[in-house]
């Protein structure tokens, strides 16, 4: 398991570096069979990043402490949906997740039925593709999720108390997915700035991205607030809606 969970971030990095310098050298050559192979290499991506989370995901569930992440957020007494949630309690699971959704999001726009046959398409996938390896990177040379401990121990860390909330479940995840789906209004931006594109097409696909990540924002806004206030007692704006 130690050589498949690190083998997907690897390989998707490759991948990702592979993905981005061929459909730039498309867009550069017009060759678009290079555009193509690059778009199929986004699919290949996201294979190795929903293979990664769900390494993870089996790892915390089985409460594998031989894992340092596993080690520092579950114990073998945390519930299950609990066990699962510690995906992102973490800094290098949250940096896992949050790659996951970037790729989501940059296959639904590669394969896009209403952006098919763009001329932006390209450009838009090689900005996002730039973000992606990025995250590879970090996820393979400095926030590791997929870290061997040298003394297994015979218990976990457990989950902080304030973390075993319902709004675990969905806070994180629905903020992530709001802040991930703000990329998407930045690549098209940037793909009509590179184009100089001035019509008004990609300002209405790129409104309801906004919207769809501003509907996630404000869902996790809303969850979080409440899991605040059941938490911390937070008055203020938290209670408003409470007292």
Not at 6 to 13: D, E, H, Q, S, W
Not at 110 to 125: D, E, T
Not at 163 to 185: E, K, R, S, W
Request: proline letters at 4%.
């Amino acid at each position: 398991m130690y050589l498949f969970a690190n083998a997907t971030i690897y390989v998707g990095l490759a991948l990702a570096i592979y993905s981005l310098l061929i459909i730039t050298l498309g867009i550069s050559t017009k060759n678009q069979k290079l555009i193509n192979s690059g778009k199929g290499g986004v699919i290949a991506i996201l294979v190795c990043a929903s293979m990664a989370m769900l390494s993870l995901f089996y790892l915390l569930a089985t409460s594998q402490f031989q894992y340092e992440y596993v080690s520092d957020y579950t114990s073998s007494e945390l519930p299950i949906i609990y066990k699962l949630t510690a995906l992102w309690a973490g800094n290098s699971g949250s940096l896992l997740l949050w790659t996951f959704f970037l790729v989501l999001y940059t296959v639904m726009i590669a394969f896009s039925r209403k952006m098919k046959g763009n001329p932006m398409v390209p450009y838009i996938s090689a900005i996002l593709l730039g973000n992606i390896v990025f995250f590879f990177l970090v996820l393979g040379f400095v926030a590791k999720p997929f870290v061997l401990l040298d003394q297994v121990p015979i218990e976990g860390h457990g989950l902080n108390p304030m973390l075993q909330n319902p709004g675990m479940i969905i806070h994180p995840v629905t903020l992530y997915l709001g802040y991930v789906g703000l990329a998407i209004p930045f690549a098209f931006a940037m793909a009509a700035l590179i184009l100089k594109n001035v019509d008004d097409f990609w300002i209405k696909m790129t409104r309801r991205w906004t919207i769809i990540a501003w509907l996630f924002l404000s869902l996790g806004n809303i969850f979080g607030g409440q899991w605040a206030y059941t938490e911390l007692g937070w008055g203020g704006y938290w209670g408003v809606g409470s007292s």
